[in-house]
């Protein structure tokens, strides 16, 4: 069992948003500005898209977006296209290690 | 182009051992913290090891504390980890990564497939 709670699945159609939560504790996501997400297209390397809550890597379109409320973050994926069908992995600081949620499975419809 | 590529995965019997390889290109390997992260089938990431720049020091997981051992050589920037008295649950794709800013990641690389089975 993950440390951090992630939707199993999610979809949209192309050009459409989605939203993906991450939901953790005080101990980690409400205590530190410290989330990242990982976009994971199966066999291939992950991939950075968001870190320190909201901040893209250089290269990472900003159709890819991060926030935080409380012990929830999220990360939106707006103007949806087929190559961002993915799962997609959030992490947290979590005050010594680096814990992760279960990851989601975002398909294009 | 910054990259990394895992090697050395395979079947092994439990009990067994197997040593893991990351080989970096396209960055200064030495001026940075590197990771193993784990994958098990089904389930989410999981932080596995740390190295500093110097190897002055090594952090693990609770689950491989005693049995994994992380090393790396700056002079041939490669990552290794060592694995040994394996078990069925360390069975998963294996990950290595370089430690960036604000705790994150990257780049990682496609990882290396450990099935550790009788």
């Known amino acids: 069992q993950s440390a951090l709670t992630q939707p199993p699945s999610a979809s949209g159609y192309p050009g459409q948003s989605v939203t993906i939560s991450c939901t953790g504790t005080s101990s980690d996501v409400g205590g530190y500005n410290y989330v990242s997400w990982y976009q994971h297209h199966p066999g291939k390397a992950p991939k950075l898209m968001i870190y320190e809550v909201s901040k893209r890597p250089s290269g990472v379109p900003d159709r890819f977006s991060g926030s935080k409320s409380g012990n929830t973050a999220s990360l939106t994926v707006s103007g949806l296209q087929a190559e961002d069908e993915a799962d997609y992995h959030c992490s947290s600081y979590a005050g010594s290690n680096l814990v992760f949620g279960g990851g989601t499975k975002l398909t294009v419809l | ?118």
């Open chain 2, 1 to 118: 182009e910054e990259q990394l590529v895992e090697s050395g995965g395979g079947l092994v019997k439990p009990g067994g051992s197997l040593r893991l390889s990351c080989a970096a290109s396209g960055f200064t390997f030495s001026s940075f913290v590197m990771n193993w992260f784990r994958q098990a089938p089904g389930r989410g990431l999981e932080w596995v090891s740390t190295i500093s720049q110097k190897s002055d020091f090594m952090g693990y997981a609770d689950s491989v504390k005693g049995r994994f051992s992380i090393s790396r050589d700056n002079d041939k920037n490669s990552l290794y980890l060592q694995m040994n008295s394996l078990r069925a649950d360390d069975t998963a794709v294996y990950y290595c990564a370089r430690e960036v800013g604000g705790w994150a990641r990257s780049p990682w690389g496609q990882g290396t497939v450990v099935t550790v089975s009788s």
